[in-house]
């Protein structure tokens, strides 16, 4: 541990431009143009050791994985190393279950802190340490004001704090004062610790802020062994020394409180990291922030932690997110000093392209319509081949069976078509992909509702594969399965959580609940999906033609096949459309 290695640049902003791409193709960002730096005047000797710090008092979401990706892969890009830690000091709001989802979802985004797994509660007598020597150097008291009046006198950017009457306590009563706090000889509220810095400083978190208070409640590692428990600000930054960090990357929100940290480091002559600040992740249509999301799930807006709606990692997981898709979206927004707002299609076109490469195609109609081929013998069937990824050769072909009694997709027929449509309609001809052309004969209706449950059709069996050996046009294509062979599936449809695109801006007595999308989940109970599909298991995940991408849900139970649509597929189907010649 060295102690002559204290931040010169202040800001953490870089001293010159450089935009050189690096070995990897890409310009380095700002926070690896300060590393590469430190690294030639050899500052840490060379070492890049980064964290993630995470306080379990929830799971995961896209803006942690930000900082996962961006930890881990900075440590790795310079040959250095990334620890998992946990910030533990706040015993009424955390628990186990976070502690182990966080470490499900590093790993599952793909990053190893091999042995370096840590805990704040770990170094709570170390932290204990840290504050008996501030004590003894007269750089911090033991105060009985309430935590009301400690705000109160805490002042303003306009006006400077008041000194407590408490201040100026002796080294031995303070020293005996804090032994008995953490004794528990005194009730929650009575005694605080503060740093003895600057009530006068224009900067609020260096007026003398509280480093210990007591707190009487059991901790989910340390049990009832303390009942003073350290501060966020106390613990994060001697954590972040005790375990070597040499760069402790952060939020843009913690700027401010870099001076304290380093008041701390210099004051206890210990390793002092370089903490570099980043502008936080914020998406369009979701709101990020624990304490919301955690709003979200005790109050039952969504089903859990994990629903697919959500922004966390685990939602996104079930929603059928690769860990490949979030790396690749994190690197592509990069890292800046501003706060910005990032489009959710982003996000979702990082899905679709690692799909579109990897996913194979099936075909589902999630809302059926019944056709029937008059002219397709009863009780007969044959097979067709499909292509199972257009994308991957590799991916080879599979058989699809054709029969007399097929579903399309209801939105795919229209009895009145307006002049736009050009899908299926009365006296129109469309092509059932990989198989026929079918042209429409007339309909069923339900003679109560009027509405159309068949449609009736006849094949022209001169176009077997979807080709007219004549030339002839069809101005659709559509997908399709074979009723008898097809398995039923309930499919989930998601849109945006939020129905407005920044939901946390409302006005004045109102929350960010109130723009809350009441259409964010259509189940669709009675789709019908090809047979080829029927051992999908929970985690698999396709395209089904023309629909989106889809992922087998943890919901599925034998016989019984749920899927969650990941993403829209967006242009892909016009594509596909142009090539054929519809
Ligand atoms: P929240 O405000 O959502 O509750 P937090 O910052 O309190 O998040 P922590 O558990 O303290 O949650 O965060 C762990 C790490 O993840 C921190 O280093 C924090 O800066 C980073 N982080 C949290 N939210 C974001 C975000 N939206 N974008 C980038 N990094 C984030
Ligand atoms: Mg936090």
């Known amino acids: 541990m060295t102690t002559s290695n204290g931040p010169e640049r202040g800001d953490g902003s870089p001293s010159e431009e450089n935009t050189d791409p690096k070995s990897d193709g890409r310009p380095s960002n700002f926070i690896e143009r300060l590393i590469e730096e430190d690294n030639k005047t050899g500052r840490f000797g060379g070492k890049v050791h980064t964290r993630f710090p995470p306080e379990p008092n929830g799971y995961l979401h896209i803006g942690h994985a930000k900082s996962i990706c961006l930890n881990f892969a900075l440590a790795i890009k310079f040959g250095g190393k990334c620890n998992l830690r946990f910030d533990d000091t706040n015993p009424t709001t955390e628990d186990e279950e976070y502690v182990r989802s966080i470490q499900e979802d590093v790993r599952w985004l793909g ?271 044959e097979e067709v081949e499909a292509i199972n990824n257009p994308e991957d050769p590799a991916a080879g072909m599979r058989k699809m069976p054709f029969s007399r009694v097929l579903y399309i997709e209801r939105d795919d027929f229209m009895e009145d078509p307006p002049k736009k449509f050009f899908r299926l309609a009365p006296g129109r001809e469309v092509r059932l992909r990989y198989a026929y052309f079918v042209k429409c004969t007339g309909v069923v209706k339900d003679p109560t509702t009027g509405e159309v449950v068949e449609v009736r059709c006849t094949y022209d069996p001169a176009t077997k594969g979807g080709d007219a050996r004549d030339g002839r046009k069809v101005k659709a294509t559509l997908h399709w399965v074979s009723a008898s062979h097809a398995i039923t599936a309930e499919v989930r449809l998601y849109n945006h959580l939020f129905s407005a695109e920044h939901p946390e801006d409302v006005p004045e007595g109102q929350d960010f609940l109130v723009n809350l999308n009441p259409n964010s989940l259509e189940v669709l109970p009675n789709a019908k999906l090809e047979p080829a599909i029927a051992g999908a298991a929970p985690g698999f995940r396709c395209q089904f033609e023309r629909l989106g991408y889809f992922c087998v849900d943890t919901d599925s139970r034998p016989g019984r096949l749920v899927f969650n649509r990941s993403v829209t597929l967006k242009d892909d189907w016009s594509k596909i459309q142009k090539r054929d010649g519809a």
């Open 111 to 381: 990053f190893d802190w091999e042995d370096r797994l840590f805990y704040a509660s770990d170094f709570f007598e170390e932290l204990y340490a840290f504050a008996v020597k501030l004590v003894r150097k007269g750089k911090a008291y033991v105060d009985n004001l309430s935590a009301d009046d400690i705000s109160r006198h805490r002042g303003s950017l306009y006006e400077p704090g008041r000194e407590s009457p408490h201040r100026e306590r002796s080294v031995e009563e303070n020293l005996d004062l804090l032994a008995r706090m953490r004794k528990g000889e005194f009730d929650e509220g009575t005694h605080v610790l503060r740093a003895k810095i600057d009530m006068a400083s224009p900067n609020l978190n260096l007026r003398d802020p509280v480093l210990y208070r007591i707190r009487k409640a059991a901790h989910h590692r340390t049990g009832t062994r303390w009942v003073i428990y350290p501060l966020y600000d106390f613990a994060h930054g001697q954590c972040d020394s005790l375990e070597g960090i040499t760069h402790s990357i952060c939020t843009l929100e913690f700027e401010n409180h870099r001076a304290l940290y380093d008041w701390f480091c210099q004051e206890l002559e210990i390793h002092h990291p370089q903490q570099i600040e980043f502008a936080r992740l914020n998406l369009t249509y979701a709101v990020m922030s624990k304490r919301k999301l955690l709003r979200l799930v005790k109050d039952s807006h969504v089903h859990g932690w994990n629903d697919p709606r959500m922004l966390t990692i685990s939602g996104l997981r079930r929603r059928g997110y690769t860990p490949e898709a979030l790396r690749s979206f994190c690197d592509e927004i990069g890292v800046t000093k501003f706060n910005s707002v990032i489009d959710m299609v982003v996000l979702e076109n990082a899905l679709r392209t690692d799909l579109n490469r990897r996913a194979p195609r099936f075909m589902a109609a999630v809302r059926p319509l019944k056709v029937v081929v008059e002219n397709y013998p009863e009780g007969q069937s």
